[in-house]
């Protein structure tokens, strides 16, 4: 895997930029569907992997050992997990996603797993 800059990431979220950019468009809602539903998948959609990032930004910040230990710092790293936590139970984003499955039909034939695991 090539190294990870904060260009690479600035690229992802202008990738999320230009996909709200199009639905404002108001494309098929198949294709609509299609282009959203990797972003809501359960397992690997975007709640999940951005609570997973909260997680390992406050680990990698606790764990360092260049990292002052403060009162403040504590506070913060926990601010983070709790943040992670809220990320990750969008549980209304299932329900929403099924609804849109059997809508539209899947596109990924309801696979879990990232695009470099499928």
Sequence with gaps: ???LTPDT???AA?????????????P???EAFALAEPLLDEYTGLPVQF?????A??????DHPDVPRTLAGDLLIAE????????ADQHSLHGVL????????SVAGGEPGCGRCR
Excluded: H, K, V
């Excluded at 202008?14 to 108001?26: H, I, M, P």
């Excluded at 983070?80 to 990320?87: P, V």
């Design 51 to 55: 609570a997973d990032t909260l997680r």
């Design 9 to 11: 990431i600035r690229a």
């Design 28 to 30: 098929a809602p198949e």
């Design 98 to 105: 099924d609804g849109l499955r059997e809508l539209y039909g």
């Design 1 to 3: 895997m090539p190294p």
């Design 80 to 87: 983070l997990r709790t943040a992670a936590w809220e990320q």
């Design 14 to 26: 202008e990738t999320l930029s230009l996909l709200t950019d199009y639905l404002r468009e108001n």
């Design 57 to 62: 930004l406050a680990r990698a910040l606790q």
